[in-house]
């Protein structure tokens, strides 16, 4: 799997980013299909994501340090201004807000939500 990064194109438009980053659509089609142009919801973002054909875990697991994460997850992170989602895949932090990073964006609470690929995918 092959992540392209996609920026938010507001400081509401998180999840729809890192749906798109993962499932290779633009942010407003995203935001047309969940019918939502503002703060996702954690069940919106499962529903996407196994609608798309991935398996997402049920269980939400607080991580201290980046070794704890598994190969492809979304997050969870308490962040200085809001809660915001981002993504961590094959050791690279996709964060649509911050760009690119080798580590977590700072945050106070980190968690996460293992994906994985179906066969096909």
């Not at 703060?39 to 875990?57: C, H, I, N, Y």
Request: charged share 30%; glycine share 6%; net charge negative.
């Amino acid at each position: 799997m092959k992540i392209g990064y996609v920026h938010e194109p507001d400081d509401l438009q998180c999840g729809q980013a890192v749906l798109a980053m993962i499932l290779n659509k633009e942010v407003r089609i995203i935001a047309k299909e969940l019918n939502n142009w503002r703060e996702t919801t954690l069940m919106e973002m499962k529903s996407a994501l196994r609608d798309g054909g991935f398996w997402v875990s049920d269980q939400r697991v607080q991580v201290i340090s980046r070794e704890e994460l598994p190969p492809l997850c979304f997050l969870s992170l308490e962040t200085p201004r809001c809660w915001h989602w981002s993504l961590f895949h094959d050791g690279v932090f996709y964060d649509p807000e911050h760009g690119v990073l080798d580590d977590f964006p700072v945050s106070a609470r980190k968690y996460y939500w293992e994906i994985r690929i179906k066969d096909g995918k």
